[in-house]
Every structure is written in C-alpha cells, then in structure tokens.
C-alpha cells in the first residue's frame, strides 16, 4: 500500500477555501509594488479540499509506527509513552495564545511555569541552574559547551581540546567541534567503561572538557565516576553531562554529585514531550554555580514574588534561540514532572532498570552480550555471531522485528559494538510486551539458523520492503552534479509528453 | 522479574553505583492525580493575560494567523505526534512521506532547488545557513543588511563566535565576505531590495542569504527568482500558535550545488525490490552521527511535528487561497497605516519604503501608547527602542486576516 503525494492528487478544479476578505479600503498589492517586486506565477502549492486532505494524511498516519501503538526499543532514545495531560495542558488558550512580545505582567503565569520547571530539573540533576532555551539535545550540548569556553577564557585560559568517548552520541564530537575545540577520543576499556588510563594520558592543560554519559552508550554506569571526576577537575578541566541516559536513575543518583559541572537534559525523552517524528523537542541545560554567569540571556528571575526576564547579564554566551525556548515543550514537561512527583520519577527509574534488565536476561541466550550485567535502562546485544555463521547482520534483525509489529532497537550504534543491537525498553512496556519481544527475537534468531534468506526478505508487512537507498544516493549524486533534472529530494511535476 | 534475572532486590541491580551517590528520595513533591495536576497547570495559565486575535496588531515575527482545524486534527494523531524519527524508513512511512513534501512546498515557496526536512526556528536557520556560507567560501566574515530580526542576529553571533566566524552590520560585502544576510520584508516590515543585495554578494564572491517570511512569498518575488542562494525563514505563520515564541518551524532551502553543506535531515525518494516507491533518509553522510566532528552542523531532532503542520496549511490554502490570505493582510495594513498617520503627530517612520502587512510608525510618547492600548485589551505596536536605539518612538503594527474591519476602528478609535 502507497499513498500518492498531495501533489500527485492535486485537481486544478479544486475551489482555494474560503477565507476573510479584505472588507476595507486598501490598495492591492499590484497596485503598490514594482512588477519586478511581485511574483510572476503563484507557488506549485497541491490544490486538495478539505476530505481529500483529511483522507490523505489519515492514511499517511496508518502508515507510521508509533509509541502510541508500538513498541518502540530504541535504545538511547528513551520512547516512553506520552501521556495525553501533556497535550491537553500546552493547548490551554492561556499558553497556546501568548505572544512572545507581550509585556512581563500579563505573562506571570508563563514565566512562573518557567521558573518552577527550572527549580525541578536543578533538584532532579543536582545543579544550580538550569537554561530553558535550547531546542533540543544537540542544541544543549552546544550551549553547555559554549559556556565552559567563556568560562574558561574570563579565566585567562585558552582550552583547546575537548575529549570525548569512543561510545559516545555522534553529537558529541559535532557539537564539541562547531564550538570551537579539537576533538580527542578517549578509549573503553574491555569492560566497556571509559579506560582510566587512557584518559589520564589525553587529559592535559589544553583540555578544556570531558563530555561523558552516564550510564554510558552500552548502558553501563561508570562505576568509576567520582575518580573520572577528580582526574578531570585536577587538570582544571570541566566535566560535561550528556542527559540522554537520565532515565536511568532519577531520585537514585544525580549527576550534579557525580561531578558534572554541566547537564543537559532531553525533556523529549526522559521527561515525556512527545517526539514529534523527529522533533521538536527541548535541551535544557543545568549548570554548577561557576557557570550560571555565563548561561544564555534571558534568564528568568523571581523577586518578591514577581517573575521578570533578566537580559542584563554581562558574561552571558548571547542567545542561543529566539523568544525564549520552546514553551509548548516546557510546559508539557512540567505537567509530567508535576503528575509524577519525586516519588513517581524515582519509581519510573527504577522500572526502567528493571525492565531493561529483564530483557536482557530473557534475551541474552539468543543474541551476544559483550559485556556484563546489571546493566542499567538499557543493554547492548551484538548480532555479530549470528553475521558470521549465517550472515544475518543486525539490520536483518531490526527489519524482522518490524515485520512482527515491534519497532526496531537502535542498530550499529555504539560504534564500539560490532553488529550493534541497542535495546531500551523503558518503564511503559509491560512484562507481558517485554516477554512477547523477546519471543520474537527468539523466533528470528531461530530462523536466521535455518533460513537465513528469509529474514533477508523482511519486512514484508509493511507499506513497503527494503529500500534501495544506494540507488537512491547514486540518482541524488547525478542530480546534485548537474547531470539530471530529477531531483530525488523534492516532487517535480512530470514532463507531459505531446500525445 | 527480578527472581528471573537473579537477583534478590532492586538494589542488586543498581551496584555500580557508588554508595556515597545514593539518593534517599527527589526534593520534589509527591505527585499527582490528573485532576490536580490540570487544575494546578490551568491555574498558571490562567494568570496570563491572552489578547483576542482580532486585536492582536504586534508582530515583529510571530503572527496571529487563521488556523485551519484541520492543522491540529493532522498534528494531533497519536500516529504522528508520538512517532520517532524515521530512522526504520519501512516503518515510517507517513512521517518521511510528509517530510518529503514539505521539502517540496518549501522549494516551491523559495524557488529554489532543495529544502531540509526543518530546523528549530527561524534564527537557528540564519546561523546555519552562515555555516554553509563559512564552509562554502572558506570565508570567515557575515554581513548583515539592513534591519534583520534582532534576536536572529543574536543567536547568530553566538553561534557565529565558536566557529570563528565575525558578525558584521552593515557595509558593503568584500573578499573577506561569505554571505550578505537580508531579510525580506525586513523586522520592521519593509521591503528591500533583495536582487541588488544579491547582485552585490555575488560581485564580492559572497553568497546570498534572503530570510523570508512564507506567506508574503504568495505576492513578492521568491529568492530563487532574483538569485539568492540560501532562503530561510521562521514557519510560524505556516499553522502554529504562537505559544509565547515556540515550538514553531524553521525552514531552509538552497541551490542545487550547496546541498551537501546543508545541515540537518533530508528525505529522498527510493524503491524497494518489488520497485513500490517509499521515501527514506538520505545524504546522512553530512550529518553528525555518520561525520562525527566534521560534520558541518549537530542538528539532530528537529521540529518535524512543526514542519507537518506547516504542509497540512499550506496545502489546504493551495496556491490562490495562500495568495488571499497574503492580500488581505496587505489590503488591510496599508488601510490601517493610512489611518494611523492621518493621527496628530503620527507618521509613517520610512515613508519612501514599501511593504506587505507590518510597518514601522513613528509616534509621541511610544511606551505610553502601547500601554493605553494595553488597558483596552488591544495587544497594540512593538516599541522597536528596545533593540535600535535610532528607532526611538517607533512602534510596528501588523495586519493579518484575523483583524478584520472593525478591529482597525477599534485600535483608531482608541488612539483618539
């Protein structure tokens, strides 16, 4: 099943909607403006009505998984369910409807969810503040970035290097290296935590931060932290948090006492904002006290009672955002955080640990475990044994489990794992899904023994197969050399030929 | 389960953390049912003060627009909303489909060759689109013309200052130059002259960067047409509610020779062995988790919920109903200008410039006026001193669809 492009269904008899007119006086624009100012042909928009729009985007929704109706074991991504309050209290007229230029007293309530959610995330992660205004993780790990550097330089040092872990997020290494820093990689060790001996040997006076996560890519904690701490800050380096893993241990531990001076958080994964089918999000960033002079401007602050947005801050890194964030997001999460309590936040971490750990027990005859358990929120299987002896690679997996209704675990990732298989169930899914998974996987692997072929064929339930995406790249690369009219990455209408 | 994994307690599982880091319980409330819970959240939005559409005249980038239901009843499908980035392309289906044609709304509102498949907003969109002129050029300079959005400039510099890359206001472009950066109509509303602005980033070997506002793109020339190299723009208009400034939608598009360079997701079209057509993510090579350090950007999540909402608008608009929504806030601004003018010791700030449906005022006593209008609930001009010291007494207003005939009187009426 495929569903033609809007495009595709567009009929040039289709009346536009209707819509206010004018009702005064004022000049056309034709009138006005210059011809060489106006457009010449209106833009190739679809002309649909409204049940053929309808119809077409219900079907494009029948044709997507999603958390609402699957399993979703992405490790790394933490796909938990959203919970529907979150919807309903962001669409409140009283949020939804404010501008972001409307003056400070008629905003009270904004800026006091703002400044509440603030306080929440400092309690949860354990620093002193937090800026709300990044839109998303990577978004944050910049910014956190940035402020270290400015730090780092009102204090008369140039720090060049920021060293990050072989295991670590891709994101690491780009943000580090759109801040301005080297990128050094430091070494796991054979138990898969970060090596100390490597990183005693990179650390040095160029190294302006560690970026570090915890527990880390393969779902360990670093047991070791309070020493990387030590060894970090002993060089007068900084140690950065990436907040991707936080739904490991909310109300069991918190990073601002591991030692990290500073945290992002990814309130679409560990804090319930749906994920939108890649985005928005938000990625907040909390900072230990050294670093709040340098947090983006505006800050919100509360004196006596009045909540006001603070632009006058000196050493301040700038902006990093328009307005101030994406409120639709702060206030979702705030609704979860104020549903859960401390109490449920520590329970969802816990769940989430058990879950992950359940399994991983359950699976761990049929797919390898490089390293050992417990493992915290999630754990890293490799299919490299299954790759060598049948040929079934961990994609083949992934496609399978799509093809029996569950979405696929992240795959190739980390990159320190052969034939990857990252799986993070969190604390939504049930015992009953998590023993139906691993049913599944036991059920591929045993196929992938006997008729290994077949599972290459997979997916064959869905709207379509495997991809071609190396021709697909080889048609982009013809059009993006000038050597071809189709664009692959845009609908063009077809050339009619004269009949 | 924990007698199946083998151990006796919770805590058997959790012993690689160090004691001394173990929290007794979160210094936060317990937590809620889902009534107390909304009538706590209710309570904080109901002590903000929401300004009826129809008196909303303060833009200075984000609109009070007519939103079609049909946006939210898209949006809001669970199928869509709590859906991942479609990293498993058999899977997803819907969303990449989606994507796909946004890109292709957004190249055909630009006349350029490719969009992405969305950025966070449009002043992450003027920094990156710097990137891909720093990249592009092996030039180390931006130049910002004329009055571009304040807070774009910001993030811009921000972002511009851990590449190295220096902010410039104003000037003529030159052999340090990578990009002339315009907005069209300006922050004030203006219109300016976008072709000559081009023309003079290309003598200087520079490119051109045109931000500009989606809906006006229903009247005015695209930059594709007058040979701007990178559009880019904030999608709010595009069916978002203004949500005190986010989550909305940047957008960014270019020439077919600065794909490579451009940052962020990209949906092509691919067939699977049985030769059915599907979409899938492509150029990943660019990105970060393929490039690692060098990749030209770190976006990652983007706001693909945001760039739904922007398709499902404007293909319900289509070409003639995005042109009338266009017009009307035209008509009605330049209806509204010649009236606020005719005020005693009211003029229009820049009389010999043209523009679409914001525009600047000069007035007496600005900050007083704005509050007036406040206390007859008209959320009234945006008092532009704040960011231009050479602006003083001058406030913007906008006009769209949603303030129809008797909203103008009001606001005149009010101002007598």
């Known amino acids: ?82 919970p529907v309050v979150n919807e309903t209290a962001a669409s409140l007229p009283g949020f939804a409807g404010l501008h972001p230029y409307q003056d400070e007293d008629t905003v009270q309530g904004a800026l006091e969810l703002m400044w509440r959610l603030e306080r929440a995330l400092c309690a949860i992660v354990g620093v002193e503040r937090v800026t709300l205004q990044p839109a998303a993780g990577a978004h944050g790990e910049w910014t956190a970035l940035r402020m270290i550097r400015a730090y780092q330089h009102s204090k008369g040092e140039a720090r060049t290097e920021v060293l990050v872990p072989d295991s670590a997020h891709g994101t690491n290494p780009a943000s580090a290296a759109l801040s ?70 909310m109300g069991i531990c918190r990073p601002g006492d591991m030692g990290f001076d500073a945290v992002h958080m990814n309130l679409h994964k560990t804090f319930t904002t749906p994920h939108g089918g890649g985005g928005p999000g938000a990625g907040p960033v909390g900072v230990k006290a050294e670093l709040v002079p340098f947090l983006p401007m505006p800050t919100v602050e509360r004196t006596n009672g009045h909540l006001m947005l603070d632009f006058k801050r000196p050493q301040s890194i700038g902006r990093v955002r328009s307005f101030y964030g994406n409120f639709g997001m702060l206030v979702r999460a705030y609704t979860y955080i104020l549903a859960m309590g401390g109490d449920g936040l520590s329970q969802a971490s816990q769940d989430a ?45 992934a496609k399978a489990l799509l093809d029996r209704d569950f979405y696929a675990p992240t795959v190739y990732f980390p990159l320190v794992v052969p034939e990857a298989i990252m799986v993070e169930p969190t604390e939504t899914e049930s015992k009953a899904t998590l023993e139906a998974f ?52 845009r609908w063009k209408a077809p050339v009619q030929s004269p009949c | 389960m924990l007698e199946t994994i083998g151990v006796k307690s919770m ?68 199928e869509f909303y709590t859906a991942y980035t479609p990293y498993q392309a058999e899977a997803s289906q819907g969303t990449l489909q989606a994507i796909y044609e946004f890109q292709t709304l957004i190249a055909e509102l630009t006349a350029l060759d490719v969009s992405n498949a969305s950025l966070y907003d449009g002043a992450t969109a003027v920094a990156e ?77 520079a490119l051109a960067i045109a931000c ?14 007058y040979g701007a190299d990178i559009a880019v723009g904030e999608g709010q208009q595009l069916g978002l509610e203004p949500s005190y400034g986010g989550p909305h939608v940047g957008f960014i598009a270019c020439r077919r020779e600065l794909v490579r360079k451009l940052p962020g997701r990209i949906v092509g079209e691919a067939h699977d062995a049985s030769g059915r057509r599907g979409f899938a993510l492509v150029l990943a090579a ?131």
């Open chain 1, 1 to 82: 099943m495929t569903e033609p492009l809007s495009f595709e269904l567009s009929r040039p008899a289709v009346d536009p909607p209707r819509l206010p007119e004018a009702d005064v006086s004022g000049p056309a624009p034709s009138e006005l403006l210059p011809k060489e100012a106006l457009r010449a042909r209106p833009p190739g928009l679809p002309r649909l009505s409204e049940p053929e729009i309808m119809r077409h985007y219900s079907r494009l929704a029948s044709m997507n998984y999603s958390i609402s109706e699957n399993f979703y074991p992405l490790g790394s991504c933490t796909m938990k369910y959203n």
């Open chain 1, 180 to 249: 301005g820093f080297q990128v050094v990689e430091v070494k796991s060790g054979g138990d898969g935590r970060i090596s100390l001996a490597d990183l005693e040997s990179k650390l040095s006076q160029r190294t302006s931060a560690l970026m570090l996560t915890n527990p880390n890519t393969l779902g360990l904690f670093e047991r070791e932290i309070l020493d990387i701490a030590e060894l970090v800050h002993s060089t007068g380096a900084m140690l950065y948090y990436d907040g991707a893993n936080l739904n490991a241990f």
């Open chain 1, 353 to 397: 640990v058990l879950s992950a750990n359940y399994l991983r027990k359950l699976v761990e005859g049929d797919l390898e475990m490089p390293h050992e358990g417990p493992c915290m929120h999630e754990f890293v299987a490799s299919a490299s044994h299954l790759s060598h002896e049948n040929g079934v690679r961990a994609l083949d997996i």
């Open chain 1, 438 to 489: 691993a049913t599944a996987v036991k059920e591929i692997v045993a196929l992938a023994r006997t008729n290994p072929q077949a599972l290459h064929d997979e997916p064959k339930n869905l709207p379509v197969g495997r991809l071609d995406e190396v021709a697909a790249a080889r048609r982009i690369n013809t059009y993006l050399q000038g050597l071809s009219e189709d664009p692959v990455l």
């Open chain 2, 11 to 78: 805590n058997d599982l959790l012993v690689d953390i160090p004691q001394s880091l173990r929290l007794e319980s979160l210094q936060l409330p317990d937590g809620l049912s889902e009534f107390e819970t909304m009538a706590q959240v209710s309570a904080l939005a109901g002590r903000n003060h929401v300004y009826p559409d129809r008196l909303t005249f303060r833009g200075g980038g984000v609109y009070r627009r007519f939103i079609p239901a049909a946006v939210a009843a898209v949006t809001s499908k669970p």
């Open chain 2, 129 to 205: 689109a710097a990137m891909m002129a720093f990249v592009h050029t092996g030039r180390n300079e931006v130049l910002v013309s004329g009055y571009v959005h304040p807070e774009y400039v910001q993030v811009l510099r921000a972002f511009g200052e851990g590449r190295g890359i220096k902010v410039r206001k104003g000037g003529e472009p030159n052999q340090k130059t990578a990009a002339v950066i315009f907005q069209q109509p300006d922050f004030l509303g203006l219109l300016v002259d976008a072709p000559g602005l081009t023309a003079a980033a290309h003598d200087a070997g």
């Open chain 2, 212 to 225: 500009v506002d989606p809906i006006s793109l229903a009247i005015l020339a695209p930059p594709g047409e």
């Open chain 2, 286 to 416: 660019r990105e970060q988790h393929i490039r690692r350090e060098k990749a030209t950007s770190n976006i990652c999540t983007n706001h693909s919920l945001c760039a739904l909402a922007a398709s499902v608008y404007l293909t319900y608009m289509g070409p003639y109903g995005l042109r009338q929504v266009a017009e009307v806030g035209f008509r009605r601004a330049h209806a509204l200008a010649e009236r606020l003018a005719a005020l005693p010791g009211w003029e229009m700030a820049f009389p010999e410039r043209q523009f679409v449906n914001e525009f600047p005022m000069r007035v007496p006593k600005a900050p007083t006026v704005v509050k007036k209008l406040a206390r007859k609930g008209i959320l009234g001009g945006l008092d532009v001193y704040r960011w231009f010291r050479e602006l003083k007494g001058v406030l913007t207003f906008t006009c769209t669809e949603v303030n129809d005939a008797r909203a103008l009187d009001e606001l005149v009426a009010a101002l007598k």
